[in-house]
């Protein structure tokens, strides 16, 4: 059975390889985080071809849900500040230029690995 086509040539000779399972497990893992088949991935690394990681996107989700959570916590803030009529406003401020500060320098520093990435593709 023919395999996908890449380039001029099609795919259609295998090689079968050992590995110990933690190898195995390795190489299926690697291949998961760059979103490839193991195939690809081993084609790639061996033809010292790119390989984009989906690692920066698994990176990228997961700066996105602190940023995320930062601004429920401001919100939360913003609440506590509301709710006590003021009592705390020297606390929550400070809080809430604390947690702004932060958002700041995630969004800037997602834009940074952002710019970078993008100029290596």
């Known amino acids: ?3 996908e086509q890449k380039g001029t040539e099609p ?14 497990d390795r190489l299926k893992e690697d291949a998961d985080l ?3 088949t193991v195939s690809e991935l ?6 010292n071809r790119p390989i984009a990681a989906n690692v920066d996107r698994a ?3 997961g700066l996105l849900r602190i940023r995320s959570e ?10 506590v500040h509301v709710e006590s ?13 604390t947690v ?4 700041e320098s995630v969004r800037s520093y997602m834009e940074a690995v952002h710019r970078e990435t993008a100029g290596d593709r």
């Open 1 to 3: 059975m023919p395999f």
């Open 11 to 24: 795919l259609d000779a295998s090689v079968t390889i050992r590995l110990s399972v933690s190898e195995r």
């Open 34 to 36: 760059a979103g490839l």
């Open 42 to 47: 081993v084609r790639r690394r061996y033809f």
């Open 59 to 61: 990176y990228f989700k």
């Open 70 to 79: 930062l601004g429920r916590v401001g919100g939360l803030l913003k609440h």
């Open 85 to 97: 009529g003021g009592s705390y406003s020297a606390q929550t401020a400070e809080a809430l230029r």
């Open 100 to 103: 702004t500060a932060t958002v």
